[in-house]
C-alpha cells in the first residue's frame, strides 16, 4: 500500500440559503441551486463534469427511494456516472470523500459532489425513526440518544455546567455572519440560551440544531485542473473515514476509537503533529454543543478532558480565539441533515481559499472539516490547504 | 442459515405512512396550475422539443428551462398495460389500463390511466382525450386519466377565475405496508419476557454476553446463538432525563428518566425507564431492578418490565460503570478477565 | 490503472428470510469471503456496502448490519444506497488511489416483508407520476410493448429467453426458478399477468445477500490460484421519465459496457440484470451479445433477483467461471432504476 494518488482540489463551491422550508424550489429545484453555484465558482458548465457523488440521509426524508435516479438528469447527468452515499449523519462529508476518491484515483478529472435534505416534506422525528414493531419507544429523537453521552463527558471531564450554552451562543453569533445560515438570532442573548427550556437534560432546546431545507456542492478536480484555475483552490491534505459498531462491551461513547483513529490518519497523511497550532479554522459537525469540546479532545485539538477550557476562553471564537471553530454558525445554525457533513468540508475550503466572506479567518492556510453519524460511529474527516501538499 | 420457527410466531403489522407536503417550484408549479385550471402544459427545451409533463432541466445539457407550452389535451397512446385488480395506493378503484400518451403538440408521451372497461379495448395508436376530475385542486390526480376520443366525455372546463393563485405545492401521501416478523433470537427474547425471564446472548469468541439477543457478536463479526439467562437486577450505565413527550406514549408523564440499563452478567446495556425515585436522584451507577407488570398481564414483550427502581444497595463506581464495566475487567484482570480478542 | 481482481465470493438468495435479520444473513457470507482465502477482517483495508432503507421499512438500517464485519477495532468503511455493484465500484476505486491492497464488498435486500413491486414506485417522479403509483410490473410491461410493438421482439423470443434462464438455472442453489425441461410453449401457455408479460418474463424476487473480496496485484494472485481481474468497469445513467427515453434501447448500458472493453474482443459469458425477459433482450442488443457467448449461465436475475444484490451477484457468478477456469473473459452488468435507466458494466478476464 502506499498512496500514488492524484493530487486533488476543490475548484467550487455552492450553497443554497438554509431555511427550515424552502418553499420556493423542488427537490430538483434545490439541488440545482447548490449545482449551479458551484459550477460557477468553479468557471466550469455542465459538460466539465464528469461524474456526480449525491449523498443524503434516509430516503424517508422526501419518501422517494433513491432519489438519484429521479434527480439524475437535473445534475446534468444523462450519460454520466451518478453515485449515491449514504452513511448515517457523517453522510455529507463520506460522500465529499468518495468523489475525492474519484480524482485521486485518476478515473474522472472533475466530479460535482453533492449533498442535500429536504426535510420540511415530511418531519424528522418521523424520518430519522420511524415506529418498529416489537421494540419500546422510550427515547424521543436524537437528543434522547446523545444526551447521556453528553452526561458522561461531563461527569469524567469536571466541565462547569454552561460550557453547553457557550457553544450555541457562540455558533449563533457566527451564523449571523452566514448569509447562507438558517438561524439569523440577531437579538439573541446569553441569557436566553441558559434559559432556553430543557428537552434532554442536560441538553436545552438552544443547544440543538435546527431542521432545515437546503443543499451543498462542491467540484473538485485533478492537480491540472487547480493550477489551471484562475480562482483561488483549496487542495486536499488528507483524507479518512472510520466506522465501528453501534454498541459493544468496552465501547468509548465519549470519544469512540473510530473518531481517534480517523483523526489521527487524517492527520498524519497532512503531515500534522501538533492539530491545534497547525490548522487555522475547524468545522466540525455538532448537532448538540456539548459535542464541540468533545470532539476537540478527541480529535487531538485539546488534552483529554481539557477541550471545555477552549470553549471557557473563548479559543474558538471568530473574534481572537486561536482556534476558530465553525465560523459557518456550524449545525447548530443550519442542519438539512444530508448536506451538512458537505457544508463542514466546502467551509474548510472556503477558509483556505479566502472566500469565507464576513466569517472568514484572517491568513486561514489550513482547515479542517468533520462529520459524524449513527450512534457517533461514523466519521469522515479531512484537511484542506491553500498550498499544493 | 437455518430458518427456524418459534412457537407461535409473531407478527405485526409496519406502516410506513407519511402524508408528504411538496413544493414544487415554478416548472411542476405550473403544470399542476394548469391541470386544475383544466389545462395540459409542458415545457420547451433547448432543442426545441415539448416535454409533457414538464421538467426543471434540459434532459441534455442540464441546462434550466422556463418556457412552458400548452399541449392538446388528446393525443396517442404509445404503450400499455392492463391492472387488474388496481394496485392499492393508486387512484384508481377498478381494473385500468395504465399507458405512455403522446399528446398533440407534444414531443414526450407522458403516464397516466387508461379508463376502459377490458384491455380488449386498448392498443398501441389509439386516439385518447383527457378525462377531468370535476374537483381540481392543482394534483395530477386532476386528470383521471385517458377514455377512447369520442366517448362522450366532455372538453374540460376552463378555471371559473383565472386569478387563482398558481400552485406552490402538493400533498402526495405514501402508505406501504410491510409484514413484520421478529428474527428468530427476537423471538425467544420475546416469549421469555411472558414467563419473566430476560434472555441474552452469549459470544462464542469470549463470552461477552449481549442483551437482547440479536443472534450476532458485534466486536467479532461472528453468530451467538447461545441464550442465557439475565439477572433482573443491574445499574444504570447512564440516562437522559427527557422533558418531551413521545408520541404515541401517553402514558409517560415528563420528565422521565430513560437510561441505559447493564444487567448483571450483561455485557452491554440496554433501554429502560427508570422510576421509584425522583427524578434528579437517579445517576451513572446506581443499582437497580425489574418491576414487573403483573403474572396475569404478562405477554410476550418487553413491555412486561414497567419500569426500574433502585435497589438501594450501593452504586457500581462510575468509571467501572455501563461500557467502562468491561474495560474496568480486563485492566483489572488480564489473566482471568475477558479475552480481547 | 491498478490491477484489481475478485478473489472470493459467496452468494445467498432464497424466496423470503423470514426469521433471518439482515445482519444474521451477512456473517455467514462476510466470513466465508474472508476464509476462502485465509484473511480477518485486519487484513481487509476497506470495506463498502450497499443497501436500502425502503426495502427495510427503517431508517439507517444498514447501521446493525455492519455487526456482521466485526467493527472492532474501528474500519475503513463506506456504503451506498445502491446495488452492491456500485459498492464494488467505490471499492474498486478505493483500490485504484493505492490507499489499499484488500477490499469488502457485501449487499443484501429482504423485500419479501412488502410489497416490492410496489415499493418501486417510491423510485418515481414523486410529484406527477409516484401519485399515481404504477407498479414495477407495469413498467416492465410498458417497456416490453414498445419492443414488441417496434417488431424487435416477438412473444416467442421473450418466452426463449425465460425457457434460457430456467435451464440454465438447473443445479444453482441460489436460483428461484429453475426447470431442465421447460419450453417455451410451456410460457407462452403462461397467464399474461402484467400484459403483455407473463410471470416467466418477470424476474424471481427473492431475498438474499452477496459478498465479494477484492485485491490488488499481487496480493490477489498471492490469495488466489486464479484471480477474476477487472479489466474494466464503468457505469452510466439515463434521465428517468419513460417519456423522455426510447425504451427499446439503453444507452447508459451501451455506453457503460463500451468503456469496460465489453464491446471489443471476445466474451465466454455475460450475466445479466434484468427485471423483465424484454429488459434482457434489450441487453443483448446493447451488448452485442453473439452465440458465442454463454448468456446467464447461472439463470441471471431473471432466475433469482434480489433487490440491492442481484447486480454484485452477477459479478459474483463471472468472476467464479473464470475462477474455476469455465471462462476466460466474461462481463457483469447490473442495472437500477425504472426501464434499465442506470447501468454497470464490469469485465473480469483470468489470466
Known amino acids: 500500500m502506499g498512496s500514488l494518488g492524484e493530487r486533488t482540489a476543490v475548484l467550487g463551491v455552492g450553497q443554497t440559503e438554509y431555511r427550515a422550508t424552502r418553499g420556493d424550489v423542488s427537490v430538483a429545484g434545490l439541488v440545482r441551486e447548490a449545482a449551479l453555484r458551484a459550477l460557477a465558482d468553479a468557471e466550469c458548465t455542465w459538460a466539465d463534469i464528469d461524474a456526480v457523488v449525491i449523498g443524503k440521509a434516509p430516503d424517508f426524508f422526501e419518501g422517494l427511494m433513491m432519489p438519484e435516479l429521479f434527480l439524475a438528469d437535473a445534475l446534468g447527468c444523462a450519460g454520466k456516472p451518478i453515485l449515491r452515499v449514504h452513511t448515517a449523519g457523517s453522510v455529507g ?12 484515483s485518476r478515473v474522472h478529472r472533475r466530479v460535482l459532489t453533492l449533498g442535500f435534505e429536504k426535510q420540511s416534506e415530511s418531519n424528522a422525528t418521523w424520518a430519522l425513526s420511524l415506529p418498529q414493531p416489537f421494540s419500546v419507544s422510550i427515547n424521543a429523537g436524537a437528543g434522547g ?5 453528553i452526561r458522561q463527558y461531563m461527569a469524567r471531564s469536571g466541565a462547569p455546567e454552561l460550557i453547553g450554552c457557550m457553544v450555541a451562543y457562540k455558533d449563533r453569533r457566527h451564523a449571523l455572519r452566514n448569509p447562507y445560515a438558517h438561524l439569523h438570532q440577531h437579538d439573541l442573548t446569553f441569557d436566553q440560551v441558559v434559559e432556553a427550556p430543557m428537552l434532554w437534560d442536560p441538553i436545552r432546546f438552544s443547544e440543538t440544531c435546527p431542521s432545515s431545507d437546503g443543499a451543498c456542492a462542491m467540484v473538485l478536480g485533478d492537480e491540472a485542473a487547480g493550477d489551471a484555475s484562475d480562482r483561488p483552490v483549496a487542495w486536499v491534505h488528507g483524507t479518512a473515514m472510520r466506522s465501528e459498531g453501534n454498541n459493544f462491551p468496552g465501547r468509548d461513547e465519549v470519544s469512540p476509537q473510530a473518531s481517534r483513529d480517523c483523526a489521527a490518519d487524517v492527520f498524519a497523511q497532512a503531515g500534522i503533529t501538533n492539530p491545534r497550532a497547525e490548522i487555522d479554522a475547524v468545522e466540525m459537525y455538532v448537532p ?14 485539546a488534552e483529554l478532558d481539557q477541550g471545555w477550557r477552549m470553549v471557557e476562553d473563548g479559543s474558538t471564537s471568530l473574534d481572537g480565539g486561536d482556534l476558530p471553530v465553525n465560523c459557518s454558525g456550524g449545525v447548530l445554525s443550519s442542519n438539512p441533515i444530508g448536506a451538512s457533513g458537505m457544508i463542514r468540508f466546502a467551509e474548510a475550503a472556503l477558509q483556505v481559499r479566502g472566500l469565507a466572506g464576513d466569517h472568514q479567518v484572517d491568513g486561514a492556510r489550513r482547515a479542517f472539516g468533520h462529520a459524524y453519524g449513527g450512534g457517533a460511529q461514523y466519521f469522515a474527516m479531512w484537511v484542506v490547504g491553500a498550498e499544493k501538499p | 442459515m437455518t430458518e427456524r420457527p418459534a412457537p407461535e410466531m409473531l407478527r405485526a403489522d409496519l406502516v410506513v405512512e407519511y402524508p408528504f407536503t ?3 417550484g415554478p416548472v411542476i408549479g405550473a403544470f399542476l396550475t394548469g391541470l386544475r385550471d383544466g389545462r395540459i402544459v409542458g415545457v420547451r427545451t433547448s432543442d426545441g422539443r415539448v416535454v409533457v409533463p414538464p421538467v426543471e432541466a434540459d434532459p441534455t445539457t442540464g441546462d434550466t428551462l422556463d418556457e412552458m407550452v400548452e399541449v392538446a389535451s388528446n393525443g396517442t397512446v404509445v404503450t400499455w398495460t392492463w391492472l387488474d385488480p388496481p394496485r392499492p395506493g393508486s387512484p384508481w378503484d377498478r381494473p385500468h389500463g395504465l399507458g405512455l400518451v403522446l399528446l398533440d403538440g407534444a414531443d414526450t408521451p407522458m403516464l397516466h390511466g387508461l379508463l376502459v372497461d377490458s384491455p380488449e379495448e386498448l392498443e398501441t395508436g389509439m386516439r385518447v382525450e383527457a378525462v377531468w376530475a370535476a374537483e381540481r385542486t392543482g394534483h395530477v390526480h386532476d386528470l383521471v386519466g385517458f377514455a377512447p376520443e369520442g366517448s362522450g366525455v366532455a372538453p374540460a372546463p376552463h378555471a371559473e377565475d383565472p386569478g387563482d393563485e398558481p400552485v406552490r405545492s402538493v400533498r402526495t401521501p405514501i402508505r406501504l405496508e410491510y409484514d413484520f416478523i421478529p428474527s428468530s433470537a427476537a423471538q425467544e427474547y420475546l416469549h421469555a419476557y411472558a414467563e419473566k425471564r430476560i434472555l441474552g446472548n452469549r459470544s462464542p469468541v469470549d463470552g461477552a454476553v449481549f442483551v437482547p439477543p440479536r443472534g450476532v457478536d458485534p466486536r467479532h463479526g461472528v453468530a451467538a446463538t447461545e441464550l442465557v439467562d439475565l439477572a433482573h437486577e443491574g445499574h444504570v450505565g447512564n440516562f437522559c432525563v427527557t422533558h418531551l413527550p413521545i408520541p404515541g406514549r401517553t402514558d409517560l408523564t415528563t420528565p422521565y428518566v430513560s437510561a ?3 444487567l448483571d452478567g450483561a455485557d452491554i446495556g440496554f433501554l429502560g425507564l427508570v422510576a421509584g425515585c425522583e427524578v434528579d436522584e437517579v445517576r451513572i451507577g446506581m443499582r437497580v431492578r425489574a418491576v414487573w407488570k403483573p403474572d396475569d ?7 412486561n418490565v414497567l419500569y426500574w427502581e433502585p435497589t438501594g444497595a450501593p452504586d457500581v463506581p462510575v468509571d467501572e460503570a455501563g461500557n467502562r464495566a468491561w474495560t474496568a475487567r480486563r485492566d483489572r484482570d488480564e489473566t482471568g478477565g475477558p479475552a480481547d480478542a | 490503472m491498478r490491477e484489481v481482481a475478485v478473489v472470493s465470493s459467496a452468494i445467498h438468495q432464497v424466496e423470503a428470510l423470514t426469521f433471518t435479520t439482515d445482519v444474521q444473513l451477512m456473517i455467514p457470507l462476510v466470513n466465508a469471503v474472508r476464509d476462502a482465502v485465509g484473511i480477518t477482517q485486519d487484513d481487509v483495508d476497506f470495506t ?8 427495510a421499512g427503517q431508517a439507517f438500517s444498514f447501521v446493525h448490519t455492519l455487526d456482521a464485519v466485526g467493527a472492532v477495532p474501528p474500519i475503513s468503511e463506506s456504503h451506498v444506497e445502491m446495488d452492491g455493484a456500485f459498492a464494488l465500484y467505490e471499492a474498486w476505486v478505493k483500490l485504484q488511489t493505492g490507499e489499499a491492497d484488500t477490499a469488502l464488498v457485501y449487499s443484501y435486500g429482504k423485500s419479501s416483508p412488502g410489497s416490492r413491486r410496489d415499493v418501486l414506485a417510491a423510485q418515481l417522479d414523486p410529484y406527477v407520476v409516484g401519485p399515481l403509483w404504477p407498479d414495477a410490473h407495469s413498467i416492465a410491461a410498458l417497456q416490453a410493448r414498445v419492443l414488441l410493438d417496434a417488431g424487435l421482439a416477438t412473444p416467442e423470443d421473450l418466452a426463449a429467453v425465460a425457457v434460457r434462464s430456467q435451464r440454465n438455472a438447473v443445479g444453482n442453489p441460489n436460483a428461484l426458478r429453475s426447470s431442465a425441461d421447460v419450453t417455451v410453449d410451456d410460457v407462452l401457455a403462461e397467464a399474461v399477468v402484467a400484459d403483455p408479460l407473463r410471470p416467466s418474463d418477470l424476474s424471481a424476487e427473492s431475498d438474499g445477500g452477496c459478498a465479494v473480496l477484492l485485491a490488488a496485484g499481487d496480493r490477489a494472485r498471492s490469495l488466489c490460484d486464479r484471480p477474476a481481474w477487472i479489466t474494466g468497469i464503468d457505469h452510466r445513467i439515463d434521465p428517468q421519465a419513460l417519456g423522455l427515453r426510447d425504451l427499446t434501447r439503453a444507452p447508459s448500458a451501451a455506453l457503460a459496457a463500451e468503456r469496460a472493453g465489453a464491446t471489443t474482443g471476445r466474451l465466454d459469458v455475460a450475466e445479466l440484470h434484468a427485471a423483465s425477459t424484454a429488459q434482457a433482450l434489450v441487453l443483448h442488443r446493447e451488448f452485442g451479445l453473439g452465440d458465442g457467448v454463454d448468456v446467464d449461465p447461472s439463470g ?3 432466475a433469482a433477483d434480489t433487490l440491492m444484490a442481484a447486480g454484485l451477484v452477477r459479478i459474483a457468478e463471472v468472476a467464479r467461471r473464470i475462477s474455476a477456469g469455465d471462462a476466460d473473459r466474461g462481463l457483469a452488468h447490473a442495472s437500477s432504476g425504472p426501464c434499465l435507466q442506470q447501468n454497470l458494466a464490469c469485465v473480469l478476464e483470468g489470466e
Open chain 1, 145 to 149: 440518544y446523545f444526551s447521556p453521552i
Open chain 2, 22 to 24: 411538496r413544493t414544487t
Open chain 2, 260 to 262: 441505559w440499563i447493564h
Open chain 3, 300 to 302: 441471471g436475475s431473471l
Open chain 1, 288 to 301: 448538540f454543543s456539548w459535542y464541540e469540546p468533545m470532539w476537540l479532545e478527541s480529535l487531538g485539538f
Open chain 3, 48 to 55: 463498502c456496502s450497499g443497501s436500502s432503507d425502503f426495502l
Open chain 2, 297 to 303: 398481564e404478562l405477554g410476550p414483550t418487553a413491555e
Open chain 1, 93 to 104: 462529508g463520506s460522500t465529499a470523500l468518495v468523489a475525492a476518491s474519484l480524482i485521486r
